[in-house]
C-alpha cells in the first residue's frame, strides 16, 4: 500500500512535467524513492538532502536531491494527501450506498415475506453477507427461556455456544445495547463449556422498548471486529426485531382470521339450522290447525264417537308421516328429533318413576272422589268397563304424538328460539299447541293436555329422548281411562 500511490502518482503525465519545471526551475536533479528505498524517478547522485512523503498516515517514499527539495516534498505531500482524501471520500460514498442499498434490499424482502422461519433464514444470510467471520443466531426472549430462532450453525452447536455468552446476552438484554468483545474469554462473563468463543458481537432485538430477544455473531477463533461491524449487526438486528414482530402479529392475524372463518361457518350452519327448523315449525302449526278444524267438521255433523276416533287416528297418522318426510328433508340427524337410543336407559327409569308417583296420585284422587263427592257414589276405583281395543292402539299413538309434538315441534321452537330460557318457552308453547290439539274432545281434555304436555316436556328436556315420555304418556293416557277419569275428562270411553 505503501508504495501503490506514490507509484501511481508518478505515472501520470502532469507528475512527470512537474518534476521535469522543477529541476529546471532548481537547476539540479530531483530523485523520487518509495518506501524501501527503490528509485522511482531521476538518478541516485550526490543527496544532500532528503524529505519523507506520506500517504495518510504511512510513508510513501521520500524526495531528495543536490539542493533543498523540500518544496518538491511539501507539494508531492499535497497531491498524495488530495488522493487520499479522494479516496476516502469514495470509500465512504460506497460504503454509504451498499447501506442504503441493505436497507432497500432488506425492507423489500421483509415486506413480501412474514413467515418467521423463512423471515430469520434470509436476514442470518445477509448478516453473513455483511459480517463475513463468525456464525450468526437469532435467540428469542420467550417467557425468560432464550430460544434459538434459527442458526448459522447445527442447533446443538449454537445451544452450546449460547451456554457460553448468557451471561453478556443478559447484560445486552438488560440495558439494551450492542456490544462488541473480541477477547471474550478474558470477560468476567465468559461460561466456560463445550465450545469456545474467542469474539463475539451481540445486538438486542428491540423494538418500541421491548427486548425480543438478541442476534449474536459469534467466532471460535480471535476475530478483530470492528465499529462497523457492529453498527451492521445492529441495523440486521433492528430489522430482525421488527420483522419478527410484525411476524407475529402476522401469525396472530391469521389465527384470528381462521377463528373468524370458523366462526362465520358455524354461524352459517346454525342459521340454516335454525332456518330449518324454523321451516317445521311453520309446517307443524298449519297441521295442527288443520287437525283441528277437520276434527271440528266432524263433529258438526255429527259423526260418531268410533268413526271421529279411526278419522282423527287416520289423520294423525298422516300427519306423522309428513313430519317423517320433513325430518328427512332437513338433512339434521335423527337425534335432533329426539330419535335415539342415547340416555335411553335413565329416560325408561325416570319415566316409569314418574309413571307410578302419578298412576298411585290417580287412584288416590279417585278414591277421594268416590267417597266424597255425591256424583262418584255409584262408581268403583277401577272402571274396567270402558277398557277397549282402542287402549292397546295407543301403543302406537303416544309414541307418534311425542314424535309429533316434542321430537318436532318442541325441539324446532327450543333450537329456533334464542336466550337462556328458550327451552322453558318451548315447552310451554308446545304444551299449549298440544291443549288445542285436543281440545276438540272437550275444554277439560284441552287443559289436562297442556298440563301433561309440560310434565313431558319437562320430561323431553332432560333427556333429549322419546322413549321415556312415551311410556310415560301411554301409562298415564290409559291409567286415566282405566280409572275412568277419561270419561268425566272426555264425556266419553275412549282414550286420546
Not at 527503490?38 to 543536490?66: D, F, H, M, W
Not at 462473563?189 to 438486542?204: E, F, M, Q, T, W
Not at 259423526?303 to 287416520?314: K, M, Q, V
Amino acid at each position: 500500500m505503501s508504495k501503490e500511490p506514490l507509484v501511481k502518482l508518478i505515472s501520470k503525465k502532469d507528475f512527470k512535467a512537474f518534476i521535469t519545471d522543477m529541476e529546471t526551475l532548481m537547476q539540479s536533479p530531483i530523485c523520487i524513492k518509495d518506501a524501501a528505498g527503490n528509485v522511482l524517478i531521476g538518478s541516485v547522485g550526490k543527496t544532500a538532502y532528503e524529505y519523507p512523503v506520506k500517504y495518510g498516515e504511512i510513508r510513501a517514499g521520500q524526495v531528495c536531491g543536490e539542493k533543498d527539495v523540500s518544496t518538491v516534498a511539501d507539494l508531492i505531500n499535497l497531491r498524495l494527501d488530495m488522493e487520499h482524501e479522494k479516496k476516502s471520500l469514495g470509500r465512504e460514498l460506497l460504503e454509504k450506498y451498499r447501506e442504503i442499498t441493505f436497507y432497500f434490499n432488506i425492507t423489500e424482502q421483509l415486506a413480501g415475506n412474514l413467515e418467521l422461519k423463512d423471515t430469520s433464514r434470509y436476514l442470518i444470510a445477509e448478516a453473513k453477507r455483511l459480517i463475513k467471520t463468525g456464525d450468526v443466531t437469532i435467540v428469542l426472549l420467550e417467557n425468560n427461556e432464550k430460544e434459538i430462532l434459527a442458526s448459522s450453525e447445527s442447533e446443538d452447536y449454537a445451544r452450546d455456544k449460547l451456554m457460553a455468552c448468557r451471561s453478556v446476552i443478559d447484560s445486552v438484554v438488560a440495558n439494551v445495547k450492542s456490544e462488541v468483545i473480541n477477547t471474550l474469554p478474558a470477560d468476567h462473563r465468559y461460561i466456560d463449556g463445550n465450545v469456545k468463543v474467542s469474539s463475539l458481537i451481540c445486538a438486542p432485538l428491540a423494538i418500541k422498548s421491548k427486548v425480543l430477544g438478541v442476534m449474536l455473531v459469534s467466532s471460535e477463533q480471535p476475530v478483530d471486529f470492528t465499529a462497523g461491524d457492529l453498527k451492521l449487526l445492529s441495523t440486521v438486528a433492528y430489522q430482525t426485531a421488527a420483522a419478527i414482530e410484525n411476524a407475529k402479529l402476522f401469525a396472530r392475524l391469521k389465527e384470528t382470521i381462521a377463528d373468524l372463518k370458523q366462526k362465520k361457518e358455524e354461524l352459517t350452519a346454525s342459521i340454516k339450522i335454525r332456518m330449518e327448523f324454523g321451516q317445521i315449525f311453520i309446517s307443524v302449526v298449519l297441521m295442527v290447525c288443520l287437525y283441528t278444524f277437520l276434527i271440528v267438521m266432524l263433529n258438526k255433523i255429527n259423526a260418531g264417537d268410533g268413526i271421529i276416533y279411526i278419522i282423527s287416528r287416520l289423520i294423525e297418522v298422516t300427519f306423522v308421516l309428513a313430519n317423517v318426510w320433513l325430518v328427512f328433508r332437513s338433512g339434521l340427524p335423527l337425534s335432533s328429533f329426539g330419535l335415539t337410543l342415547e340416555n335411553g336407559k335413565k329416560s325408561i327409569l325416570e319415566s316409569l318413576a314418574v309413571s307410578f308417583l302419578l298412576m298411585f296420585a290417580l287412584v288416590v284422587l279417585k278414591y277421594y272422589l268416590v267417597k266424597t263427592v255425591p256424583a262418584f257414589h255409584n262408581e268403583t276405583v277401577f272402571a274396567w268397563q270402558y277398557l277397549g281395543w282402542d287402549y292397546a292402539t295407543y301403543i302406537l299413538v303416544a309414541p307418534l304424538q311425542e314424535f309429533l309434538c316434542r321430537g318436532v315441534l318442541q325441539g324446532s321452537i327450543h333450537r329456533f328460539l334464542v336466550g337462556r330460557f328458550n327451552w322453558l318457552w318451548a315447552v310451554i308453547l308446545t304444551s299449549s299447541l298440544f291443549g288445542v290439539f285436543h281440545i276438540h274432545e272437550s275444554l277439560e281434555l284441552g287443559i289436562t293436555a297442556i298440563i301433561g304436555g309440560i310434565l313431558w316436556g319437562g320430561l323431553y328436556i332432560r333427556h333429549k329422548n322419546l322413549i321415556g315420555v312415551s311410556i310415560n304418556h301411554f301409562l298415564i293416557g290409559n291409567w286415566l281411562g282405566v280409572l275412568g277419569l277419561w270419561n268425566l275428562i272426555t264425556h266419553s270411553g275412549t282414550g286420546g
